[in-house]
């Protein structure tokens, strides 16, 4: 509920939020932009283009490896 | 593995395919589009559109729920 919030405050302030998220959290995130536009429904805020990708990131033992990624837009119509 | 190995064939056979998620499992359905991409992507596959949603659905206890979902598609190009 907390990034629903700070969704919320910046979309107050800007036309367009992007809602980042790798890994293990891309579920959360596409969790909040569903309560963020079910909230703001009749305010017009809907999704925008959702990107999905996938970035190397250094594991502790000295490896790389992938984690996905996503990207998802929240507007005003 | 075993969705990755189920979207290349399903890709050897048609056009597009859609890898469909919801809850907890969106993680590894992004997962699954990236690796199949990447091994792919001389053969020219490609993520086409990515849709996210909700869904409600019944818990065991009676009270319906709003679950969160996803649709990837994988294209050749």
Redesign the interface.
Same mark, same amino acid.
Request: without cysteine; charged residues 25%; positive net charge.
């Given at each position: 509920m907390a990034y629903v919030t700070s969704t919320l405050i910046q979309m107050a302030n800007q036309p367009k939020v992007t809602i980042k998220a790798r890994?293990?959290? $891309? #579920?959360r995130a596409?969790?909040v932009?569903?309560i963020t536009i079910?909230r703001m429904e009749t305010a017009g805020y809907k999704?925008g283009d959702?990107? $999905? #990708?996938?970035e190397q990131v250094q594991s502790e033992d000295g490896r790389t490896r992938?984690v996905?990624?996503?990207e998802?837009e929240i507007m005003k119509s």
């Amino acid at each position: 509920m907390a990034y629903v919030t700070s969704t919320l405050i910046q979309m107050a302030n800007q036309p367009k939020v992007t809602i980042k998220a790798r890994g293990l959290s $891309i #579920g959360r995130a596409v969790d909040v932009s569903q309560i963020t536009i079910k909230r703001m429904e009749t305010a017009g805020y809907k999704i925008g283009d959702v990107r $999905i #990708g996938s970035e190397q990131v250094q594991s502790e033992d000295g490896r790389t490896r992938n984690v996905s990624t996503i990207e998802i837009e929240i507007m005003k119509s």
